[in-house]
């Protein structure tokens, strides 16, 4: 499951006080809020169109709900798109969400996801800002989809290069986390532990709140007693301040919230 739908984090100089602001209400699990920042922008400009789109993609994933205003915002970011890397950003997104009903239970749209992403990477030149985004969402698929451990990983190590070229720190940890995933499979549990706890603080440093228990819990997986149980303990915590999110998470470690947390597939952690 892929838990970087938007590149950047906000924290850069180079970024503007609206990609700060939205990162804060996204890096609090606060999407809708974040794309309603957007929603101005999206008439006229392909890019806010595709970012907006993008955070209503991340919240399906993160919370299993509001499948169809995402889909919508998708269409809209499509019909803006002008040139190649406008619509291999908006193909990239289609395959994304396409994924995440996947593995979400919600319906099978595997064979979308891969056309998507396969058109995608068609029109992104190698040295397009969004091609490790794409690279890591290939390698998702290529897990979680296709079963295929070899052209995951291969695809992770692209995107990790990429990611560390361009200094995107939330894509890297992802990267981690994943390749980390793929080595707990392997029995490599020093190689695991290494790539969690390199994950967990990359998130932390750049104070990506919803995406600190998945990391935490995955880090519990790897290490021993009691620092196993304190780690979910405190990634429970977390879900629970966040009101269930993520919900799948949420169902893993047994956390009840005042409402209860759409049923989802219990799809791969992000």
């Known amino acids: ?28 699990g606060c999407w809708q809020e974040a794309a309603v920042l957007l929603t101005p922008y999206c008439a006229d400009d392909p890019s806010a169109a595709v970012r907006r789109a993008a955070l209503l993609a991340e919240r399906c994933m993160y919370t299993a709900s509001g499948w169809e205003e995402a889909e919508e915002a998708l269409r809209s970011a499509e019909a803006l798109a002008r040139t190649d890397e406008q619509r291999g950003a908006a193909a990239c997104e289609r395959g994304h969400l396409a994924y995440a009903a996947t593995v979400m239970g919600v319906r099978d749209r595997s064979d ?68 980390a995933g793929l080595a707990l499979r ?21 104070g990506y709140l919803v995406g600190m228990a998945p990391a935490l819990a995955s880090l519990a997986e790897v290490r021993p007693e009691p620092e196993a149980s304190r780690l979910r303990t405190e990634a429970a915590r977390l879900v629970r301040l966040l009101d269930g999110i993520p919900t799948w998470l949420a169902e893993q470690l047994n956390v009840r919230t005042d409402a209860d947390a759409p049923p989802s597939a219990g799809a791969p952690a992000p």
Not at 7 to 27: F, H, I, N, Q
Not at 186 to 206: N, P, T, V
């Open 1 to 28: 499951m892929a838990d970087t739908a938007v590149s950047g984090s906000g924290t850069s100089e180079e970024e503007s006080p609206l990609d700060t602001a939205v990162w804060r209400l996204r890096s609090r």
């Open 112 to 179: 979308e996801a891969r056309s998507a992403l396969g058109r995608s990477a068609a029109l992104l030149s190698p040295s397009a800002a969004g091609r490790p985004l794409l690279d890591f969402r290939r390698g998702l698929v290529a897990e979680h989809l296709s079963g295929n451990a070899p052209a995951a990983r291969a695809a992770y190590h692209r995107a990790h290069a990429g990611a560390t070229d361009r200094g995107d720190l939330l894509l890297c940890s992802s990267t981690r986390r994943h390749l």
């Open 186 to 206: 392997d029995g490599d549990l020093a190689e695991a532990g290494r790539g969690f706890a390199e994950s967990l603080r990359l998130r932390e440093e750049l």
